[in-house]
């Protein structure tokens, strides 16, 4: 990684704040901890007399939430900074000896740095290693998935990850590349997805680039995003105290369904109370400043006091 920083704006701040309502001495979980953002209003809003344990993959974002987090002077409050994937939460807990918190949260957006670091493999802007791995302690990357997938296992991975309906088309062309050689760069695939749908690299026709999709899928695959989002929401009830909240921030439909299910089906076995309605938006005054923000959806959900 090359280690650059670039500036990355939390989103909803404001909302989060209202909906997940962190109060003085309670234990928070940022699940996401990425630049601190929403860690350090929290921190102000639980005082010295709570707990912040902060979690991430990256030690480069933790290295960064650290220096927001103790930078300045406020009131503040234990905390801890985990390199962890949230699917560990529980394991971090019991290391922590901890039964139960009053916040979990997760911010499931990749941060801009990580989205436009070239040795990632996560844009399609600049040429990289075809990576696309937020955890480098995980062994396989996307070359990996491109080059050793069949071909229906690679439409049904692009598809059910981005629902991008050229899916058949774009894993038929992987599949005749790859057979001069494998497939190692963004640019590679860039090419390959833009050939398959009849698009040229440079077009900027459509509202969004022809490979935007493709590689949303394979990031997903590479870091089990849903996988690891299943597992959080599973352990979170066991883990929220009385009255504790969940909070969630998704950035594609896929995501947010699975929140929403989850909440409904926690609601109908009376372990939740669903404090958001209907999912929480940016304003558009956030959506023109920061315009990464336009797809994000927060939900929230309180634990009752069944089965605690």
Request: net charge neutral.
């Given at each position: 990684?090359?280690?650059?920083?670039?500036?990355?704006?939390p989103?909803?701040?404001?909302?989060?704040?209202?909906?997940?309502?962190?109060?003085?001495?309670?234990?928070?979980?940022?699940?996401?901890?990425?630049?601190?953002?929403?860690?350090?209003?929290?921190?102000?809003?639980?005082?010295?007399?709570g707990?912040?344990?902060?979690?991430?993959v990256?030690?480069?974002?933790?290295?960064?939430?650290?220096?927001?987090?103790?930078?300045?002077?406020?009131?503040?409050?234990?905390?801890?900074?985990?390199?962890?994937?949230?699917?560990?939460?529980?394991?971090v807990?019991?290391?922590?000896?901890l039964?139960?918190?009053?916040?979990?949260?997760?911010?499931?957006?990749?941060?801009?740095?990580?989205?436009?670091?070239?040795?990632?493999?996560?844009?399609?802007?600049?040429?990289?290693?075809?990576?696309?791995?937020?955890?480098?302690?995980?062994?396989?990357?996307?070359?990996?998935?491109?080059?050793?997938?069949?071909?229906?296992e690679l439409?049904?991975?692009?598809?059910?990850?981005?629902?991008?309906?050229?899916?058949?088309?774009?894993?038929?062309?992987?599949?005749?590349v790859?057979?001069?050689?494998?497939?190692?760069?963004?640019?590679?695939?860039?090419?390959?997805?833009?050939?398959?749908?009849?698009?040229?690299p440079?077009?900027?026709r459509?509202?969004?680039?022809?490979?935007?999709?493709?590689?949303l899928?394979?990031?997903?695959?590479?870091?089990?995003?849903?996988?690891?989002?299943?597992?959080?929401?599973?352990?979170?009830?066991?883990?929220?105290?009385?009255?504790?909240?969940?909070?969630?921030?998704?950035?594609h439909?896929?995501?947010?369904?699975?929140?929403?299910?989850?909440?409904?089906?926690?609601?109908?076995?009376?372990?939740?109370?669903?404090?958001?309605?209907?999912?929480?938006?940016?304003?558009?005054?956030?959506?023109?400043?920061?315009?990464?923000?336009?797809?994000?959806?927060?939900r929230?959900?309180r634990?009752?006091?069944?089965?605690?």
């Amino acid at each position: 990684m090359d280690g650059r920083t670039i500036a990355h704006e939390p989103v909803l701040c404001g909302e989060v704040m209202e909906f997940v309502a962190p109060r003085p001495g309670e234990v928070v979980v940022d699940a996401t901890v990425g630049h601190g953002g929403h860690a350090r209003l929290f921190a102000q809003a639980i005082g010295e007399s709570g707990r912040l344990i902060g979690l991430d993959v990256d030690p480069g974002n933790l290295e960064r939430a650290r220096a927001r987090l103790f930078d300045g002077a406020y009131a503040r409050p234990h905390i801890d900074l985990i390199r962890a994937n949230f699917r560990e939460l529980e394991t971090v807990l019991d290391s922590l000896g901890l039964a139960r918190v009053d916040v979990i949260f997760a911010d499931l957006g990749v941060s801009t740095d990580q989205l436009l670091d070239p040795t990632r493999g996560l844009t399609f802007t600049e040429d990289g290693p075809l990576d696309m791995r937020l955890d480098d302690r995980l062994e396989e990357t996307a070359s990996d998935l491109v080059n050793a997938l069949s071909e229906n296992e690679l439409s049904d991975l692009i598809f059910f990850n981005s629902q991008e309906r050229f899916s058949r088309r774009i894993a038929k062309r992987i599949c005749e590349v790859r057979r001069n050689g494998r497939i190692r760069t963004t640019q590679q695939l860039v090419r390959i997805v833009c050939s398959a749908v009849g698009s040229s690299p440079e077009s900027r026709r459509e509202k969004i680039h022809p490979a935007t999709r493709t590689f949303l899928a394979l990031r997903m695959a590479v870091n089990d995003e849903m996988g690891n989002l299943a597992a959080l929401l599973e352990a979170a009830p066991r883990r929220l105290a009385p009255g504790g909240r969940i909070g969630v921030i998704a950035f594609h439909s896929g995501e947010d369904r699975v929140v929403k299910q989850d909440f409904l089906d926690r609601k109908r076995a009376a372990l939740y109370e669903i404090a958001t309605k209907k999912p929480i938006r940016p304003s558009s005054e956030e959506m023109q400043r920061n315009p990464r923000s336009r797809s994000a959806k927060l939900r929230v959900a309180r634990r009752t006091d069944v089965g605690i």
